[in-house]
């Protein structure tokens, strides 16, 4: 017969309680600095958990010399730094090469690489003050930050993002003042390159709102010519786990022509969002009952276009989103 549990004293449920309290105003914010640093959801959520018990089981000997938020960033921080020394980043397609040239020959899916994953704003604080502080969190600087070592990383993110002060991370790090102004420096060089979007701002703008309806509209009618017309000239579409991505309206088209599986009336696009982006869950219809979870597609705006599609083929994403793996047609 397994042993129960032994319940907690006084002095444990009171402690239990103090930290519950001082800690749980942090935890979804600590989830946007891991995922910041790790380019996956699953991944932060597990490492913001460690990080929970990390701190209960030494809540104790937390003398308060630093705030509890500190205290949780330190844990949390080195538990992502130890995380990422055991592989290599998370890449988007575009980041792995030049644009393929023939969309009738895609090469086949490589599910082994440990893509980028999109990060639901639902799991964040404040999409909007999070997203607005330098823009780090949206989706492109999310693929740029994983071409940065992981402090660099750490670094930009409490910087930037946090806003926490140089000392603040060198002690945090372990390292000095000169040594973080250093790095920071450096990925900011490096991140500069990446371009701005417009469609940060949350709620989004009208004109945006009716851009989005139609390019949904557009999507569920199979409609290739009404897609081509809300894309940019020089967009970009990439597809994790395929590696080839595509750069052009032309290749677009002639990509959705040849590979899209759905005809008019196959689709569902269900509005969400994802770091910080209008993001659509695409629900495709299997038998004719039912659209199933099929992928997730997070887009880009600028100039009242769409410039950049990044399509999910990952169904399990749609849990994290909180969405339901399928619809009655």
Same mark, same amino acid.
């Given at each position: 017969?397994?042993?129960? $549990?032994?319940?907690?004293?006084?002095?444990?449920?009171?402690?239990?309680?103090?930290?519950?309290?001082?800690?749980?105003?942090?935890?979804?914010?600590?989830?946007?600095?891991?995922?910041?640093?790790?380019?996956?959801?699953?991944?932060?959520?597990?490492?913001? %958990?460690? +990080?929970?018990?990390?701190?209960? =089981? @030494?809540?104790?000997?937390?003398?308060?010399?630093?705030?509890?938020?500190?205290?949780?960033?330190?844990?949390?921080?080195?538990?992502?730094? +130890?995380?990422?020394?055991?592989r290599n980043r998370r890449p988007m397609p575009t980041g792995l090469g030049a644009p393929c040239e023939d969309?009738?020959?895609?090469?086949?899916?490589? $599910?082994?690489?440990?893509?980028?994953?999109?990060? !639901?704003?639902?799991? *964040?604080?404040?999409?909007?003050?999070?997203?607005?502080?330098?823009?780090?969190?949206?989706?492109?600087?999310?693929?740029?930050?994983?071409?940065?070592?992981?402090?660099? =990383?750490?670094?930009?993110?409490?910087?930037?993002?946090?806003?926490?002060?140089?000392?603040?991370?060198?002690?945090?790090?372990?390292?000095?003042?000169?040594?973080?102004? @250093?790095?920071?420096? =450096?990925?900011?060089?490096?991140?500069?390159?990446?371009?701005?979007?417009?469609?940060?701002?949350?709620?989004?703008?009208?004109? %945006?709102?009716?851009? *989005?309806?139609?390019w949904a509209a557009a999507m569920e009618a199979a409609d290739v010519g009404a897609l081509m017309r809300l894309?940019?000239?020089?967009?970009?579409?990439?597809?994790? !786990?395929? +590696?080839?991505?595509?750069?052009? =309206?032309?290749?677009?088209?002639?990509?959705?022509?040849? %590979?899209?599986?759905?005809?008019?009336?196959? +689709?569902?696009?269900?509005?969400?969002?994802?770091?910080? %982006?209008?993001?659509?869950?695409?629900?495709?219809?299997?038998?004719?009952?039912?659209h199933r979870a099929y992928a997730m597609h997070v887009l880009s705006l600028g100039g009242g276009e769409v410039?950049?599609?990044?399509?999910?083929? @990952? !169904?399990?994403?749609?849990?994290?989103?909180?969405? $339901?793996?399928?619809?009655?047609?």
């Amino acid at each position: 017969m397994s042993a129960q $549990p032994a319940e907690l004293s006084p002095e444990q449920l009171s402690a239990q309680a103090d930290f519950t309290r001082l800690a749980d105003p942090f935890r979804r914010e600590l989830l946007a600095h891991c995922y910041g640093i790790l380019g996956s959801v699953d991944e932060a959520e597990d490492l913001v %958990q460690e +990080t929970y018990l990390r701190a209960w =089981r @030494s809540f104790g000997r937390f003398e308060g010399r630093s705030s509890i938020r500190t205290w949780l960033y330190r844990i949390a921080t080195n538990a992502c730094l +130890t995380a990422v020394e055991q592989r290599n980043r998370r890449p988007m397609p575009t980041g792995l090469g030049a644009p393929c040239e023939d969309p009738d020959q895609l090469p086949p899916a490589q $599910p082994e690489i440990p893509w980028l994953t999109p990060l !639901p704003d639902t799991l *964040l604080v404040d999409p909007a003050a999070i997203v607005n502080s330098r823009q780090t969190i949206r989706l492109a600087m999310a693929a740029a930050l994983q071409h940065l070592p992981p402090r660099q =990383r750490a670094v930009l993110l409490l910087r930037d993002v946090f806003e926490w002060r140089a000392g603040e991370v060198a002690e945090l790090l372990g390292t000095t003042t000169a040594a973080v102004n @250093s790095m920071l420096q =450096r990925a900011r060089a490096q991140l500069g390159e990446v371009p701005a979007d417009d469609q940060i701002a949350e709620p989004a703008r009208r004109d %945006q709102r009716e851009l *989005l309806d139609r390019w949904a509209a557009a999507m569920e009618a199979a409609d290739v010519g009404a897609l081509m017309r809300l894309l940019a000239e020089d967009a970009i579409w990439e597809m994790p !786990p395929f +590696t080839a991505w595509f750069s052009g =309206r032309d290749a677009i088209g002639r990509l959705i022509e040849s %590979q899209c599986p759905a005809g008019p009336g196959d +689709t569902l696009m269900v509005p969400t969002r994802a770091n910080g %982006q209008p993001a659509f869950a695409f629900y495709l219809r299997d038998d004719g009952t039912v659209h199933r979870a099929y992928a997730m597609h997070v887009l880009s705006l600028g100039g009242g276009e769409v410039r950049r599609v990044s399509v999910f083929f @990952s !169904p399990e994403l749609f849990e994290s989103f909180g969405l $339901p793996m399928e619809y009655a047609a």
